[in-house]
């Protein structure tokens, strides 16, 4: 065998492995004993220190030296190991211990200090965060930008600028929308009885609906939703609330949209580093184009609100129209998991110039709050009340992840993109999604993205698939037809 | 830090994983979706290689000789981790590669063999796996008995040849009892419905009962029971049967047995070679303790003949009296995990001495179906009358299990010595069972048992909590009164 094969053959242990690490994390958000926590992070730590003595092997290094792709695919395998590889050299060995003590550390300090309403209690823990993500960045990066060098783990060749120019286009449009939204009339809610069972059993219909493979998944409960597993496991997980049927409805299509993107992947990528979604950001534009332009649309709405009647009986709302106003109702809130999808994008813009801002030293922790409060009242309208539904809203800084948040955006701005395309390329999708079935769009998503596992750049991937680079443009206009037609003004 | 700080600092990172390894076990019994199957193959062949590459570490030979243990316990940390590292050094990589393949492989054979009640189907794949299990004894005996040597991996320090003296001593006498029994009119069974969920319900009160702590641990549905993981995750199964609650409640009370032998180990062993069991035997009389001498006995069927009534009504017996015979009946019997105290040896037996005749190369394995069925009648009484009822019945072989079958009834004479022990040193035991609270012998057995973990070698174990060396007496003892007592011929 050649190094090539070497390599990949080494490299499908890892992936494996790296399923392994996966599961287990599953199973603690899910169903492990709740006495298990502090063994559970000694057995976490060891698979830790093996995923990144494999990552590091030097035969990686030599191999990838040596080796010789047989062909395109072959070549983006190279380029993904490299990746990992690169990545877990370039980190000297104290400071990633350091940063894990750190940041498993920093989160339980973060929850109390959001149930104490007290960030003067948390901001020195996030400022030596703070510290060691740019200490880290710097390792990373070798002179180039350290925000860049963070968020390429989590967007492969995006850079800070190019996300800014895309978001600060779109950013004029979405204050003046939410504006304009928030002083009509806003749409009644729905009211009723929703039993959690006969809500998990219509999470399991909808996941079917958008193509989910329950042979390769399950479906349990989660305080927090997620998705997890690549291949042939792929699982997903919700969350029922009594009074609110859409907390389960649009998670569990979610974290379906996630799902599939996984169990879509060529199957002959399995077990190796192509054997996944592109990008958080690529793969949040599966789960909100299934979530958003799909599950919150007016056809699909058609469909769910007589499915709601048929299953849960009078949902409290006058009738079809009245339902669509409420499930896309914009609403005064702080939080950003609970917001709207005018609002969301401000929500994680917000986050991205003030983390921009930290990494980049040009905001201290200690100014971080005001930052925080002075900008979401420009861009909301209305002060925040609380640090537990500001700047402590959010575990992602807790735990170390910065240059994480704007994927999010970035998922809604791929999913504008590839929406246009699809609706370009499948005409009757309405009429399949009068009747609640969104296959024909699934299928397309198949074929465009999720086959193509991690082999493509994401903007490469996306520019595919949709025919022209990715922009805001479609997104905003989506959005300013929608909500434009909702809240005429 | 000297070699024996590094070699436990070593090892703890490798219990780590192999709790792992366990997790990933009970989640492929028990939650994995059905079209996993192949990826998790791969995802568990990439652990076990993890761990064997750690056993084999050559550092973990140069630390096992220059380390010095502090105390008695740190003696018997270095004979584990040496039997764990001189096991997985003596057996060349080929030949355990090659028996993990076969294993894997001829389960499959051997189901459908089973299926299709054909033992010439089976019988060349289980001559190639104990060809290669003999040559993989050959390997670890290096010039000793090799069935020893494969009974060693299972029950540390026993021989074959002071197995079948105890063996030898007991089967006359339950062939006995057996014939007694089964010539006396058969008791009336329990009759009734008894759903799914109140028995659930009803497993989950009896592990708690028999000092199941859920907090570390869980109750999950498998097809077949089973217990796994140590420290403070341990968990266990169960299954139901709508018309039998005795399946659920003494497989559930079974599996506590060895649960609450993991969850007692003194704390100071979590995560060290030392945090486990002794070993197979001595786990199996943890489950067997609870189950028969605890479970079965008059005194908690007084408790549990009320508590079933209370939860399932009338259950289609006269009274306590024949509730209690309806829970030691003595019946007919092809199957060893469906078998009465009375004759579970006696398949136990007839297994170890052909599975030795196996290995000693006395007996081929185109014989074996023969010598199976002359044995089953001669200690029966009556014929087998297909081979899925007799030699294709069980798993092991088919996955090279030999050596394992004598711990179950090893487990059932050392339950019989602690019982014995328990009785004298707990005279007021009865009082208790009456009232369904096995404590003061969930207690005891923590006190003399469970807490030494895997520190002392099984017999010196049961030989210090018992205040005697292990025979058959006790057991013997034990089933001829209770048994003459229900069968008085």
Redesign the interface.
């Known amino acids: 065998m050649g190094a090539y094969d070497d390599l990949l053959g080494y490299d499908?242990?890892t992936q494996?492995?790296a399923?392994?690490a996966g599961?287990?994390a599953w199973?603690q958000e899910t169903?492990?004993?709740?006495?298990?926590a502090?063994?559970?992070a000694?057995?976490t730590?060891?698979?830790e220190?093996?995923l990144h003595a494999r990552r590091t092997d030097p035969r990686v290094g030599d191999w990838l030296t040596a080796a010789k792709a047989p062909d395109a695919a072959g070549d983006a395998q190279l380029r993904e190991i490299r990746r990992a590889h690169d990545r877990a050299r370039k980190v000297p060995a104290d400071l990633a211990t350091a940063l894990a003590r750190l940041t498993s550390r920093a989160q339980g300090i973060w929850a109390e200090a959001r149930a104490a309403d007290d960030f003067a209690g948390f901001a020195p823990t996030l400022g030596e965060v703070v510290r060691l993500r740019r200490e880290e960045a710097a390792a990373l990066a070798e002179g180039g930008d350290l925000y860049d060098a963070l968020l390429d783990d989590y967007e492969p060749g995006a850079t800070a600028a190019e996300l800014a120019a895309i978001f600060d286009e779109m950013r004029p449009g979405l204050v003046a929308l939410r504006k304009r939204a928030l002083e009509a009339p806003a749409p009644e809610p729905v009211r009723g009885t929703f039993p959690a069972g006969a809500q998990l059993d219509l999470a399991r219909d909808l996941a079917a609906r958008f193509g989910y493979?329950?042979?390769?998944?399950?479906l349990d409960i989660a305080v927090h939703p997620f998705s997890s597993g690549s291949?042939?496991?792929v699982?997903i997980t919700t969350r029922t609330a009594t009074d609110d049927p859409f907390n389960c409805i649009y998670s569990t299509i979610h974290e379906t949209g996630h799902a599939t993107y996984e169990q879509g992947v060529d199957p002959a990528f399995?077990?190796t580093a192509l054997g996944r979604g592109a990008s958080m950001g690529v793969h949040e534009s599966q789960s909100r184009i299934c979530e958003n332009q799909l599950g919150r649309s007016r056809a699909f709405c058609h469909w769910l609100y007589a499915e709601l009647r048929a299953r849960f009986g009078d949902i409290g709302v006058a009738d079809e129209e009245a339902f669509y106003a409420a499930v896309n109702r914009v609403h005064r809130g702080y939080i950003r998991t609970e917001a709207d999808e005018v609002q969301y994008n401000l929500h994680i813009m917000l986050r991205f110039d003030l983390e921009r801002a930290l990494i980049a030293g040009d905001l201290e922790v200690g100014d971080l709050e005001a930052a925080w409060n002075d900008r979401f009242e420009a861009d909301f309208g209305y002060p925040v009340d609380r640090p537990a539904n500001g700047v402590l809203q959010d575990v992602h800084w807790s735990v170390g992840l910065f240059g994480y948040f704007p994927t999010y955006a970035l998922g809604n701005v791929y999913a504008g993109c590839l929406y246009r395309a699809l609706r370009r390329e499948v005409p009757d999708l309405d009429d399949h999604l009068l009747r609640g079935d969104p296959e024909p769009a699934t299928v397309w998503l198949r074929k465009n993205v999720h086959r193509f596992g991690a082999r493509d750049l994401p903007r490469d991937l996306i520019t595919r698939a949709c025919g022209e680079e990715p922009s805001a443009g479609p997104l905003l206009t989506y959005l300013e037809e929608k909500f434009g037609a909702l809240y005429p003004g």
Chains 1, 2 share one sequence.
């Not at 169903?31 to 298990?36: I, N, T």
């Open positions: 499908r242990d494996a492995l399923q392994v599961r287990l199973d169903v492990m004993p709740r006495g298990a502090a063994q559970r000694e057995e730590g060891a698979m220190a093996v493979d329950t042979a390769r998944g399950r291949g042939d496991d699982r399995r077990l």
